[in-house]
């Protein structure tokens, strides 16, 4: 007999308070008939995001909600091994809680996989379908430029390589994040390179990309920095 899939989605927050409940309805919304868990990794937020996600684990379900939190801010790729440790799926879905990954591309993700037999399904802002919405010139040249950068420097053969709205098989996430070192802004970017990098099947759905609706952006000057000493590291490394 066929396993059923099932999809653990991990969502890392730190001051998602007004925003959690809004991504857990639409998720729950755009999956009516699939099997699925989502692991909230909340990084020790003071706004109370945790108050808020335990009254959704009343209404929803402990078993579809669950709420792995951290004493305080570790970083994305930490919270993503440590929501990993939690995940029962055999694929697992990464995805911000800001609302810029609209919860209604997942079913597409998940076709793709369904149909490829991909390892990787990566959301994609740079292919016919796919943009940005929300952001000023100045944002978009930058983002735009980053991957411009990093595609001519590392042929990834992938054209959006600093998203961070993905689906894995389980146990392909495993093996690209435990050979992963960056942090922050980086971190997405090397995930891709070294699941390219490994042989494994990556396929690409376009979404657009809308900026955060409550709350603010944390990208900032430092963070591009961080982004260029990666790219050099990865150029080195890969």
Known sequence: MEEKNKYSIIVPTYNERLNISLIVYLIFKHLRDVDFEIIIVDDGSPDGTQEVVKQLQQLYGEDHILLRPRAKKLGLGTAYIHGLKHASGNFVV???ADLSHHPKYLPSF???QLETGASIVTGTRY???GGVHGWNLMRKLTSRGANV??????WP???DLTGSFRLYKKSVLEDVISSCVSKGYVFQMEMIVRASRKGYHIEEVPITFVDRVFGSSKLGGSEIVEYLKGLVYLLVTT
């Open 94 to 96: 990464i995805m911000d």
């Open 149 to 154: 950068l990093a595609q001519t420097l590392l």
């Open 127 to 129: 292919v016919n379908g």
């Open 157 to 159: 053969g992938v054209s």
């Open 110 to 112: 998940i076709k793709k």
